[in-house]
């Protein structure tokens, strides 16, 4: 059984590798779902990029949007030029219920890009309202963040077919283990450091390419206390989770 916990492991580390400074934006290659739609207006449309959520230290998170117009509009930043899309990373700070423009890129009728702005990290906070309350709500339902199917585990708890994990920005839960203060940490690892995390064989964990990029989760209250739970991410709906020296299949 070990043995068999050993391939799936590896097959789930077979992932691109993207490094971010701060956070975590999981790489998944499912183009079928790049996009989904939340407002559609009669001059524009909106969309969020489903594998674009980056999880960063004390409760910020940003995510790329897309903003089609139904015609093309003069563009400040380019004087004589059109755009026609706009790509968004919103970031926002889900503690204070704030949020900012983190980046901007215009794209014309081609969808050939016409401006690119730099990353801002000092960029203006702007409270929630209303409309921007709905993006924030459309990032925190991207993956990782939501409910999970246990579909195999290694304890069992498999067979339980209520067995969940459910992972929120106030709220991480294992089956019946909860705690409201879960701490969502990047980290781009080696083999051998998440063996050494993990308390298992490097030799069992065959990781391609070298480093592998995986959401490490904090508890500091509950009945989940002072233990590090990884996730990796095979696609927007399956996962595998090593929680308490188990290992967790997952599918949304």
């Known amino acids: 059984m070990r043995h068999f916990w050993f391939y799936i492991l590896a097959a ?4 691109p590798s993207a490094v971010y400074s701060q956070g975590l934006s999981m790489p998944i290659p499912d183009h079928a779902k790049e996009w989904r739609r939340i407002n559609t207006g ?9 594998s674009t959520l980056v999880l960063e230290p004390n409760g910020i998170l940003k995510a790329k949007f897309r903003i089609e117009l139904s015609k093309a509009e003069d563009a400040p930043e380019v004087p ?3 755009y026609k899309t706009q790509l968004l990373t919103i ?9 900012r423009t983190f980046e901007t890129t215009l794209l014309d009728s081609s969808d050939k ?4 702005s730099e990353p801002n990290p000092s960029a203006r906070w702007k409270p929630l309202i ?4 709905t993006y924030f709500t459309a990032a925190t339902d991207l993956p990782p963040l939501g409910l999970w199917k246990v579909t195999s585990a290694t304890d069992g708890q498999a067979a339980d077919p209520s067995a969940s994990v459910t992972m929120k920005l106030d709220r991480f839960q294992v089956g019946r283990n ?3 203060l879960p701490s969502y940490e990047s980290a781009t690892m080696t083999r051998e450091e998440l063996a050494k995390l993990t308390g298992l064989s490097p030799n069992g964990i065959q990781t391609s390419p070298e480093k592998v990029n995986v959401l490490k989760i904090k508890c ?3 009945n989940l206390t002072s233990e590090t739970h990884i996730l990796m991410l095979r696609s927007v709906d399956r996962a595998i989770l090593l929680s308490g020296g188990s290992l967790f299949a997952l599918e949304r």
């Open 12 to 15: 789930f580390c077979v992932l």
């Open 42 to 50: 009669q001059d524009s449309t909106i969309d969020i990029g489903v």
């Open 80 to 82: 004589g030029s059109k």
């Open 91 to 99: 970031q926002f700070d889900s503690k204070n219920k704030t949020y």
């Open 113 to 116: 890009i016409i401006y690119a």
């Open 130 to 133: 209303r409309s921007s309350s």
């Open 178 to 180: 909860t705690c409201s």
């Open 220 to 222: 500091d209250s509950g």
